[in-house]
């Protein structure tokens, strides 16, 4: 029994490492001045990748570089075909995360979490780039999100892919992932010193899968263009078209529809909630980073409650929303 019990470990031990990647991250604190207590990151990958729980801002600390002492670096190996979630800390503390630009965030519940995909189990290091601390892209980057929505196709099994110039139109290499299965993201870094780009979204990852674009929003070859003169987040467009969808509002539309708003977020005083629904009572409760409750607003009615920062202290909190269905929003308090 003990020899099957032992093979049966290290089956699952090299079940586990086929399906993980290397993934590097690395942020660049230029013109800040760093805390005594470290770099740090945080996210949704920390136990994956050995470090505990999930979302702890004092166990995952970053590297000084040798060749330029202002970018830390951590490299982790975690599940490939996954989506993950992070952010920076100039300490260790949950109030010492950076705040995350729109351009770079999930989009999900208004939360300002970055992001990444990881797509393939090659045998390199994904390099997510030396990101400033609360920017959008590394220096001499620009930020480009490409966002299409692919609710009137089957989608393909190997995915959804964009190609272009600005990654030598390879239809395998960039990857889309979707938070609501139906707009597909990606964000790509672009060099600042060329402007003009051409690309094209995929349903799948072969030459035949390429889109057949239909519009005035093609170009001479049939392809996509963008001028990136600053960093840019593209408008939601449907597969094969130039417009949106025609049966649904935009993504982010969409979102605001089916959650609560919270801002400023985070906060030094306070905050307000926004229900984002119809209905005329709500309870609502707020609770610590540990799952303890730590004020409540039961049977509230009105369309928006304004959250004083009173006796909580700086850290991270969780705003819950209960009606005809529950939203969840973090809360950031300074």
């Not at 609502?284 to 509230?300: K, L, M, N, S």
């Amino acid at each position: 029994m003990k020899k099957k019990l032992v093979t049966l470990f290290a089956l699952v031990g090299i079940v586990s490492m086929a399906s993980a990647k290397m993934v590097k991250f690395s942020v660049d604190m230029t013109g800040l001045v760093k805390n005594a207590t470290g770099i740090h990151i945080a996210g949704d990958f920390q136990s994956f990748a050995g470090y505990g729980l999930d979302w702890q801002s004092n166990t995952t600390l970053m590297t000084q570089e040798v060749n330029d002492t202002n970018i830390y670096t951590v490299v982790v190996n975690i599940p490939a075909f996954k989506k993950y979630e992070f952010k920076y800390f100039n300490g260790d503390q949950f109030y010492e995360a950076e705040y995350v630009p729109i351009p770079s965030r999930v989009l999900y519940q208004y939360i300002d979490n970055r992001w990444l995909y990881v797509d393939s189990l090659a045998n390199d290091t994904s390099f997510v780039g030396a990101i400033p601390f609360g920017g959008t892209a590394p220096v001499g980057k620009r930020l480009l999100r490409f966002r299409v929505d692919m609710q009137n196709e089957t989608l393909n099994a190997a995915g959804a892919h964009v190609a272009g110039d600005f990654q030598t139109w390879s239809t395998v290499n960039t990857m889309l992932y979707s938070f609501d299965t139906m707009v597909y993201e990606y964000i790509a870094y672009v060099d600042t010193n060329t402007i003009n780009y051409t690309f094209k979204y995929l349903n799948g990852i072969t030459n035949g899968d390429y889109e057949t674009i239909i519009g005035a929003c093609a170009d001479v070859s049939g392809n996509r263009t963008i001028a990136v003169v600053m960093d840019t987040m593209l408008d939601v467009v449907c597969f094969n078209y130039c417009a949106a969808c025609i049966s649904t509002v935009s993504i982010d539309e969409h979102k605001a529809d089916a959650s609560a708003v919270l801002w400023p977020n985070p906060t030094d005083d306070y905050s307000t909630l926004e229900f984002g629904d119809a209905e005329a009572m709500h309870l609502v409760t707020i609770t610590d980073i540990a799952g303890r409750e730590v004020r409540t607003y039961p049977e509230y009615v009105g369309a928006s409650l304004r959250i004083e920062k009173g006796e909580l202290e700086k850290g991270i909190y969780f705003v819950s929303t209960f009606s005809n269905k529950k939203s969840t929003i973090k809360l950031v308090v300074q």
